[in-house]
């Protein structure tokens, strides 16, 4: 993912990998819906939905009955695995070998001039910004033969190693186990014949012969993983292990009533894993650690892939920002406190979550609060609202930023009346999160399209004026433009030094290429005409323009269903930056005059390498 | 099409083609929403859409202006191309070089070892069914080079070579004009630079200058028909052609007050075109035409490619049907009068569309009316209705199909009180016309689906046992699966000669090839247990069992929208054939008893080789 991105933005990219070819079999296959969201931004996803991997909506219960005595199992409730009140656009995981993810990321790193270089490692590295400024990291590598050795100077090296890290290790960075239980878990990947009914859903079953969990995959496969051991057997010891043959026979005896036989097993591993992130992220923001090098968790809640897609992504804008001479360097200072923090709610929902169903069987009303769109009447019990945050989170919808420089708060350094703080304003949008899903219509083109897609993965800020009302907000959108067109502005000052010969096709990044600036009214399509109602700065982005004209069922009676959703005023709009990333910066009143930019000025001047705002003449 | 159908499904194709490469420019573009829905009912449509077509969700009209004396053109309206009462899946024509589309079709040839014989033509042919009833057809190929010959015996010959078809001549078949009026066409391909605002829009655009189409591209291009020639004109030669340069010169007068220039042109052409029909389809039933060989006109509605299509998959399923042993070769004498229907129908409408904007410009009233999707509680004019009747025609959704044996009517041989006359029973299902879209959801694994992709183009009539509530339909639905197991039923008698060794993985088709049995509950899905509520017949296509508990936007306050949308009872169901293409053969109430299966067999022995449902006795 960091080579991905970076690759596509103009760097180079020495991408090493210890092993002889991409994985084969096994290893992680969970891509929760807001990662599919990513990768759709990314222009990956049809690459990865080409292979029909499985889609998760539902997760199922399976426990001993009730009743007791019998044995056997039964299902004590099945929950959508992303419900309706997260309005994801993908509402299951998607369940794929891991080895076809990687080869559409090695594809799209080929097509900009990156190949792997494998099978090498790395042997050791220093890093001395003061001896050279420029390129302070200085790797060993060597081939895994011992046949070829390379060193390498470089402005960044980034361990993504896996949890048995040799950077870290080489940086003397500790772990810390938030939960001191350890476990041996087994996994095993095949082809069965069962009747057992819910093996194409995902499934947690427990019963008086042990625990085992269910998640189906492409081309008729299904994933167990099976409980081996726990430190908290007497007899623990983290290297048991357990064949293929014992394997299925608990599976067998779990299963029961229910029959199950392979036809294949494709992998089989067992390993011991501890819950434990690590101290550091970075010593001094030039080696970076993230993936499994930074965590290591249970593989239930399907969360190890995605989060290293986070990690990478945070990491990778920001470091574009900064190399780009845009941000100042100190923005990697939030790397670790935004991606570890991250960590540590996952751990601790880890053992939250399997708390939440042991304590009590769930029911039918709890089910329908926890799944539904609308907000209930009652208040929500304590089983409803940890479900719901678990969603949240586990879908990738609810992982949020603390306030920083980035993510706007009333402590921010930008201070001004016409930025709408969500804890008084009442805007859902909230400095931190991700930016909320809304279908509006192309202007150019009527094409109804999903507009926190609108802008791909560029690297840039994504500023989306809510334009309200043409009628009400004409003035303050000449305001805003003139005022962005000012010298010292935070658009002008980034200009792009080509922006004059800039093609006429460049959709997204004609002046800079910092921002990408989406313009929305909240009037039908065809009231809208472009040369009369937008300013040329804005109407350049002319494939950026959209009616927010569609009905959106979470906001059934709103006029202006994208407004709406964001909580923004139908008529008067108002300015939202999202990161590169795709998380909310700040969120800005429209009005006329100055303000509104200057307010803008004020939140990316507080990350920026130039003093904004200052010059106040006409460019 | 034809081909690629056929070699999927087992037959030896023998594909020629007098071009040594795919279409490298030009030709067709359009991919109307119905035919969409098609190439993924094949798993063809990924492909299509990852060349990043355009997208056509609106038409725009230009005329000159009201006022009139100073020139140039205004904008008098714009129109949803596919509106909301048709509920397309894909509602827009998605616009992409025929070249693209031709190579997915050929890559799935290539998967089931066809290579397309090329530059290869046809010089002669001969069928005679006397002579050799299984081979009849003896064909003359020849490299264009005159290089190579050679004979081949087959059992069917089509002609898609386009208007001048070479076997349409040598059948000496002729063509009827049905518009005595006759065109040239220029059409050129490029990118432009212009401050025209529906550049990537569909427009309709008629000024004193003369008339242009405009059709949005991939890639930034742009398309544009001119009419050279018109056989009104009093100089009228179907010879008069135009450079690149007057036809530029001539759209720039077009367009004024707007400026076009054109950074490249890919393909320019200029083609004399009448509307016409060939006068028969085949005139054995062993030698077909199809596709342009038949039907001539004017390319402004985007058919040309559509209605190909669906000849070809019209002639396929039902060649397949015979060769199978399944449906008397008389089957294959519908094909004509269905598809000849169609091509009228499309050259009528061709004339009426035009029509209908230089009658009147439409009120804006007019068109909320015409785009809505609820009823208008006010009776509908005229020009509501055909534009209503013009855009279900050109999405594809309101081809339909004339009363025959594969189509019920009242006077189709089946008779039963069972049978739901859609005149007489308010049912929206029609005989003859699409299967209507609805979602729902996948028992097994809790997929939400789209149930009219449900069951890909296998060449199996598609069963759907709407099965209404589990608690009303639990003896009809024993008593369906009973009647359809007998010896001699519509199903039994058509079982796979290797049904007992059949995978368990086989999804559509374990018992038979000519069948695929959906079964859809008025239920939600968490309260289905397929072990206690499917009869094991239909419990064995287990990929196939759904919950009708999707909300429908068409249908907001029906509890299974499914079952409202076909205007099948909520609680009681009923049991819907489609045919292998997608169109609905008959419908037929749920009953206790044998009534439904008796219904279905007399429908299904209308056609079939067998006799059935006499022999009542129990396999």
Known sequence: MLSTCLARWGYKIKHIDNRAEPTPTGRADGIQPRSLDLLRNMGLKSAIMAHKPARVYEVAFWDPPKTGGQGGIVRTGTWASCPNFIDARYPFTTLLHQGMIERVFIGDLQKNGVQVQRPWTIKGFTSDEKANPEYPVEVQLEHVDGEARETVRAKYLFGGEGARSFIRDQLKIGITHKDPIAYVWGVMDGVVKTDFPDIKMKCTIHSEHGSIMVIPREDNMVRLYIQIASSTDPDFNPRKTATVEEVQASAKRILQPYSIEWERVEWYSVYPIGQGISDKYTLDHRVFLGGDACHTHSPKAGQGMNTAFLDALNLAWKIHAVEAGF?????????????????????????????????????????AAATSTGKTEEAENEFIKTFKESC??????????????????????????????????????????????????????????????????????????????????????????????????????????????????????????FYTVCTVFSAPRAQIEISRDVPALLARYVDHIYADDRWDRHVPDAKAAAHAKMGLDEERGGVVVVRPDGYVGVVVKLEEGSATVDALNAYFGSFTTKKLGETQAQL
């Open 327 to 367: 941000a100042d360097r100190s923005i990697l200072e939030t790397y670790e406190p935004e991606r570890k923090e991250v960590a540590e709610t996952l751990l601790s929902f880890d053992n939250k979550y399997a708390k939440l169903f042991s304590q009590r069987p769930p029911a039918a009303s709890d089910i």
């Open 392 to 513: 949240a989170f586990t879908s990738g919808y609810g992982v949020f930023y603390k306030a920083n420089a980035l993510n706007w708060s009333a402590s921010h350094p930008a201070q001004s009346h016409v930025i709408l703080d969500p804890a008084t304003a009442g805007t859902r949008l909230q400095p931190g999160r991700l930016y909320i899903n809304s279908d509006v219509t192309r202007v150019t083109d009527a094409n109804v399209v999903h507009l926190e897609q609108e802008v791909p993965l560029n690297g840039s800020f994504r500023i989306f004026v809510f334009a309200g009302k043409p009628s009400v907000t004409a003035r303050a959108l000449k305001d805003l433009a003139a005022n962005m067109s000012r010298k010292g502005s935070f658009y002008s000052a980034y200009t792009r030094p080509d922006a004059e010969t800039v093609s006429h096709h460049e959709k997204h990044n004609p002046h800079s290429m």
